[in-house]
């Protein structure tokens, strides 16, 4: 059982425009979300997280938003540049007592100059 | 400031050859400490957290066992690897629930 879905495998942006990059997921108990992005070879780097009580969060290019009533997270990138280009995780936490993540399979963005 | 290190980057190992993976973090005490493995096309999947020492706690039946011999040191381990467990392996640590999990770089195992 898929808790957190990233339904879509790939997106290609052209360099400068705006990237959305979408998650589901079906517990209406997780209470924190993460975007994680990953190079080959490396481990995830965190990017930006919310919590279930926001809708909205911003870190500079970066925009994390929340429907908790869809179950449905989002993550804006503008403008998008070549550099940002590698594989985007959402996660979501299932236990308030250890923290412990539960991800989607992730969405390989190619931003193009 | 806190880091985490993984090792090997790679290895390449015979089915039914004994594992052991090591990570360690520098800068923190008492984290919080994960292994998940990432399979080819596919999510990370948690495999074990730890939230002090000698306190393991599995999240799938499989092959493999995870220890926590000190505070900052996190092993995962097999007897007798088998060739499902091929994938990349990544530790993770966080300082408390309710902070991010920051990852090592991982370790990619090849079973043959």
């Known amino acids: 059982d898929q808790q957190v879905k990233q339904n879509s495998p790939s997106l290609s942006v052209q360099e400068g425009r705006i990237s959305i990059l979408n998650c589901d997921y079906t517990?209406?108990?997780?209470?924190?979300f993460l975007w994680y992005k990953k190079y080959p070879a490396e481990g995830p780097t965190f990017l930006i997280s919310?919590?279930?009580?926001?809708d909205k969060n911003e870190d500079g290019r970066f925009t994390v938003f929340l429907n908790k009533s869809a179950k449905h997270l989002s993550l804006h990138i503008v403008p998008s540049q070549p550099g940002d280009s590698a594989v985007y995780f959402c996660?979501?936490?299932?236990?308030?007592?250890?923290?412990?993540?539960?991800f989607g399979q992730g969405t390989t963005l190619q931003v193009k100059p | 400031s806190q880091t985490i290190h993984q090792w090997p980057a790679t290895l390449v190992q015979p089915v039914g050859s004994p594992l052991s993976l090591e990570c360690t973090v520098e800068?923190?005490?008492?984290?919080?400490l994960y292994w998940y493995r990432q399979a080819a096309g596919r999510g990370l999947q948690l495999l074990f957290y730890?939230?002090?020492?000698?306190?393991i706690s599995s999240e799938v039946p499989q092959n493999l066992s995870a220890s926590r011999p000190q505070d900052r040191q996190f092993i995962l381990s097999s007897k007798k690897l088998l060739l499902s467990d091929s994938g990349f392996y990544l530790c993770?640590?966080?300082?408390?629930?309710?902070?991010?999990?920051?990852f090592g770089d991982g370790t990619r195992l090849s079973i043959l």
């Open positions: 993770a640590w966080s300082d408390s629930r309710n902070q991010p999990q920051h």
């Open positions: 517990n209406s108990m997780f209470d924190y």
């Open positions: 919310i919590s279930s009580i926001k």
């Open positions: 996660a979501a936490r299932s236990s308030s007592n250890t923290g412990k993540l539960i």
């Open positions: 800068g923190t005490s008492n984290p919080n």
């Open positions: 730890s939230v002090g020492i000698g306190q």
